[in-house]
Nanobody, 124 residues
């Protein structure tokens, strides 16, 4: 069974920084992509940043130049460094991974997995 465990959320003042971490664990065969989504109050969940195996990344327009996504493949961990935070960045941030896992000795087709979410609040 695969689990994604997030950490690093909290309360920060506008202009401040936070670093989110997400570690994937379990019977993982290979990870194709890891990323971060967020859901603000009264809003739909949206992609914030994604890291694709092979090195490419993509970002939601409003976070370009402020957020940096990185991965440690050896640790199956993805990070989101968030700088110059704004009140509109306030949301629950969810880790996402698309991967193939092992189940009773077999490699199963790729699936999406989600973390439990971590609250980020930007407020003075």
């Amino acid at each position: 069974q695969v689990q994604l465990v997030e950490s690093g959320g909290g309360l920060v003042q506008p202009g401040g920084s936070l670093r989110l971490s997400c570690a994937a664990s379990g019977s993982i065969f290979t990870i194709y992509a890891m990323g971060w989504y967020r859901q603000g109050p009264g809003k739909e969940r949206e992609l914030v940043a994604a890291s694709i195996s092979g090195g490419s990344t993509n970002y939601e327009d409003s976070v370009k130049g402020r957020f940096i996504i990185s991965r440690d493949a050896a640790k199956n961990t993805v990070y989101l460094q968030m700088n110059s935070l704004k009140p509109e960045d306030t949301a629950v941030y969810y880790c996402n991974a698309r991967l193939r896992a092992r189940d009773r000795g077999l490699v199963i087709p790729s699936k999406e997995y989600w973390g439990q979410g971590t609250q980020v609040t930007v407020s003075s």
